[in-house]
């Protein structure tokens, strides 16, 4: 059942967080300084899905890259993003299953390979918060890291387009 | 009877707890049943103070990411009320067919990804791809028709953008509202799939039933959703919105963070089977025969069947939403700039989210920022019945095993729907 929509490109960009929680809106803010930059990538999809869970299921059907950028607790020092597969990590959290409130974007990648609408890669850029609190702005470590982190974006989907 | 039992049912994932069951019986005798919500606060209604109307609905459409229309209609309906803006029939019933996307997702979520694993006996909706594909399958169809008519109407898949006090930044054309009427036609055959999966499997839920106030808007005539006051099957007329907090009654209780809620009663419900209970009789054709293959009378209280009347639901909005579009088509869309003057003044609004009814109060300074705000949402006023409902379940079903007590009470507490937080999703990994 996959998705085809005439303007879909094979390419997107997700980013995921909550940007009234400080560091948990860091996928936001980077995905809004790529998308200023949208017209050096015109067949790439910038897509801001916030914390809408199984909407992440929907943009990855029918593409053949997606990346996804997140804030991420991966045990390493504030600022620091990681690059990394569905496939070298699991999720360190149990869910409760009492709300649809919960979408862990691990278990949505796994239901989508379930269902047959899963791209063929998916890379997952994780930043490390430093605070997660009422906040509208990310921390200054995170930002004044900001250009970095867009210079490894940038890269990597210069490389995956070529 | 001389059993002893401790259940406790503790998760905590992200920053906040979710919810906890806790039930503790000593040699037969019930020493503690507590349904407790420990989450974090939240202060939303200390982050808008100070705010301009323009953002309010943008800011509050961020407590959920499931009912993100409806915290962004009733903040608007409450700016509109405050301010004193009138809006056409167009944007009315564009809202509504915007808030209609939200209930397809939402509902069919719902119903597919929390409560078909419990029936089917699997742990999640992952599994049930290789045991039911096709319900599966349609489940994913189903939502992503309400994904795709919210990036339609409300600008994307979440937090909607199009949606401000006055009117519509962004109206849909007249081919896109058809062809999105075409995949909501196309799409009755699979709701009457779920409905028939689900009806196979509604003698799997528990005969439990306890006499309950159900609370939700009404509006004569309509199975509503969006316009209306305050009905409850305890009182003998309406009370309107603006004095919403008479209703709640909001109170602190120890076993939770956030509020409770009481009104007649020791506790009320709201959400789907309070709408349906108040509302019954103004279902569309499909929706009252889905109801009658249920055997659903109005005065129906197992907060089990809660999740049945999601699928009634379900497809009342799309044969409403069918109509809307009919008479949407039949004038044709028109361009209407929006235009409003900010003024002082104070509002409160309701609408129903999917989880029940949903209550926003504003208070504007003459430069139209934001004085004050009180927000009620459905899953606080659900607490206190849940607790009730504990308090009634569990000693009709102490015989039971162990396991089989916490499974049950899982599947009470997911009966509900409840919308404990997404405020935060943040992913928590370990390297392998």
Known sequence: MPRKEINMNPTVVIGLGNRLLADEGIGLVILEALARKAAEFPAVDFLELGT????VLHALAGRKTALILDCARMGAAPGTMRRFTPDTVRASDVPSCFSLHEGNVLDLIALARRVGECPERIIIFGIQPETIAPGETVSPILQSRLPEYLGVITKELNALLT | MSKTLSIQVNHVTRVEGHGNILINLKDGKIEKIEWQVPEAPRFFEAMVRGKSWQDIQTIVSRICGICSVSHSLVAIKAIEDAMGISVSKQTDYLRILTHYTEYIESHVLHVGYLVAPDLLGQKS??????????????????HRLGNEGMELLAGRMTHPVTLKPGGFARLPTETELRAFQAKLKAAVPQLVQVAEAVLALAGKLPDFRRATEYVALVEPGTYTFYHGSIGSSDAPA????????????????????????????????????????????????????????????????????????????????VEH?????????????KPEPVMVNPKAGEGAAAVEAPRGILFHRYAFDDKGNCLKANLCIPTNQNHANIQKDFEAFVPQILDRPPEEIRLLLEMLVRSYDPCISCSTHCLNVEFV
């Open chain 1, 52 to 55: 809408g869970g199984m909407a």
């Open chain 2, 125 to 142: 909706v992952v599994p049930l791809v290789a045991s039911h594909p096709d319900l599966v399958k349609t489940i994913i169809a189903l």
């Open chain 2, 321 to 333: 939403a069918l109509e809307l579009i009919d008479d949407l088509l039949s004038t044709g869309i």
């Open chain 2, 238 to 317: 309406p009370v309107p919105v603006r004095q919403f907090e008479s209703v709640v009654n909001e109170y602190v209780s120890p076993q939770s963070t956030a509020k409770w809620c009481k009104w007649h009663r020791d506790a009320y419900a709201v959400g789907a089977l309070a709408r349906f209970n108040l509302n019954a009789s103004f279902l569309r054709p499909l929706a009252k025969k889905t109801a009658a293959s249920f055997g659903l009378k109005p005065g129906v209280c197992n907060p089990f069947l809660n999740t049945v009347v999601q699928v009634v639901e379900t497809v009342q909005v």
